[in-house]
């Protein structure tokens, strides 16, 4: 008896619904307990343990914290992966922020999470799988917040990974060869409202790890016998904004250092001082350019005051590009789910994500979700509306899932046989080893 796919994806709907309060609950629970990239262990165990009470058997640890499960369908066919993340950021002024790390999840990650389980909860426990082809992989992906460089500096040294990512990592480790296309949900700034917004693009950038080195003298005493490197930082400050009017609007360019150590005591002339930034760019070339004059302008900061620059190249995202035909698919759920007055689509966003990297192998989508007050990563952020937060976008994505993967997955098919990937897995590799490599024009 043939099913339509309204029919399959009211059965996915129908077990949310019914499971509605379990998914908000897993939200709430990881909300309550954020933890710091590659650090997510308590996280990352509770997402296997869901994926557990659904008969499927994850694999975890990957790329330190990571979690996959894959489900065979009813049929040979292209594999679809559902993705979340697993981290927090830091904002300590979050009234819910854990004590000592200054961890939540004013990013929304938990949301993301609860939404990929919940997805797998309406296409597993209908029974719609049965009716799909291919594979569904559920995916809960470490360290997407580009956070805590030092740290995760030391873990690279130590061997224990290579890039600074979640993603990237499971690339490198060819956690994602096994996928033909992937999706994910993002929730949006500041929107309370049931809504989804789906933007084309969003920045890529390269980070970078800034030291400057002084010299130490007596700040009242003897000030003339010392090298100010905090002076030094500052020029190299006011040379990145010298450069501002240079920036083409098209490219997006966005540079914003922070001083991470500015000295050690008010009375000592500051010898070691230490930044960091992000270059982001609309483009790889852009990113590039722009790189060069902010290493131009840290320089000129250094050599000004007599003191040295280390500069440390850190690899970060790819520019994000949404698969126009997956998220079009997405697109007309919403539309079915909440009504066209709820779905409206965007350019460019001037955020990153290590999506970009992906989006560069296979095609993706990644959607922002309403349900949320408060700009992401501030003080202010929370879940005002969790059926909008998790709930929904559970839908979305299974129903998303259904038109991908019914009828013998002819739609994913489709999208996979037009997609023109602009990298592989080894070429991607190459390009940022090449990148950390130098020099970069």
């Known amino acids: ?33 954020a933890e710091l990239g590659f650090k997510e262990t308590r996280t ?11 008969g499927l058997e994850p694999r975890t640890g990957i790329a330190l914290t990571g979690v996959k499960a894959a489900m065979a369908l009813g049929e040979d066919g292209p594999s679809l992966g559902i993705m979340g993340e697993l981290d927090a950021v830091v904002c300590h002024d979050h009234p819910d922020a854990v004590p000592g790390t200054g961890a939540v999840h004013a990013c929304g990650h938990h949301a993301q999470l609860a939404a990929m389980l919940g997805a ?39 061997g224990k990974i290579e890039f600074l990512s979640g993603k990237q990592e499971f690339i490198r480790l060819g956690e994602f060869a096994d996928l033909d ?26 980070a970078k790890a800034i030291r400057y080195h002084g010299r130490e003298a007596h700040a009242g005493a003897a000030p003339h016998l010392g090298i100010n490197a905090l002076n030094a930082a500052m020029l190299g400050i006011m040379g990145i904004h010298a450069q501002r009017e240079t920036f083409r609007d098209e490219d997006m360019i966005r540079v914003h250092p922070i001083i991470t150590r500015g000295g050690d005591l008010v009375n000592i002339v500051p010898a070691d001082v230490r930044m960091e930034t992000y270059v982001r760019g609309r483009s790889w070339e852009a990113m590039l350019e722009a790189s060069n004059k902010v290493n131009r302008a840290l320089q000129a900061g250094a050599m000004a005051i007599g003191a040295e620059v280390e500069v440390t190249e850190i690899p970060g995202y790819l520019p994000l590009e949404n698969d126009s035909r997956l998220t079009q698919t997405f697109a007309a759920n919403a539309a079915l789910l909440l009504g066209e007055d709820r779905v409206v689509t965007a350019g460019a966003m001037g955020g990153s994500t290590d999506m970009g990297d992906l989006s560069r192998l296979m095609p993706v989508t990644h959607p922002m979700i309403g349900g949320c007050e408060g700009p992401i990563h501030t003080r202010t952020f929370r879940v005002v509306d969790p059926n909008a937060a998790y709930v929904v976008p559970a839908k979305l994505l299974a129903m998303t899932a259904v038109d991908l ?13 037009d997609f023109r990937a602009p990298l592989n897995r080894e070429s991607y590799l190459a390009m940022w080893r090449d990148f950390l490599a130098g020099p970069h024009g």
């Open 405 to 417: 993967l019914a009828e013998g997955a002819a739609l994913a098919r489709e999208i996979v046989r």
């Open 181 to 206: 296309l992937c999706m994910m949900v993002h929730v949006d700034s500041d929107c309370p409202e049931p809504k989804v917004t789906l933007p084309e693009s969003s920045n890529g950038f390269v």
């Open 1 to 33: 008896m043939r099913v339509t796919l309204q029919e399959l994806k009211r059965q996915a709907c129908e077990t949310i619904d019914a499971r509605a309060q379990e998914i908000v609950d897993i939200g709430e629970t990881i909300f309550r307990q």
């Open 120 to 158: 797998a909860v309406g296409l597993a426990g209908s029974g719609v799988v049965r009716r799909l082809a291919g594979r569904l992989v559920f995916i809960a992906v470490p360290a997407e917040e580009f956070v805590e460089l030092e740290y995760r500096q030391r873990l690279r040294q130590e």
């Open 44 to 54: 990352a165990a509770l997402v296997a343990s869901k994926l557990r009470e659904l």
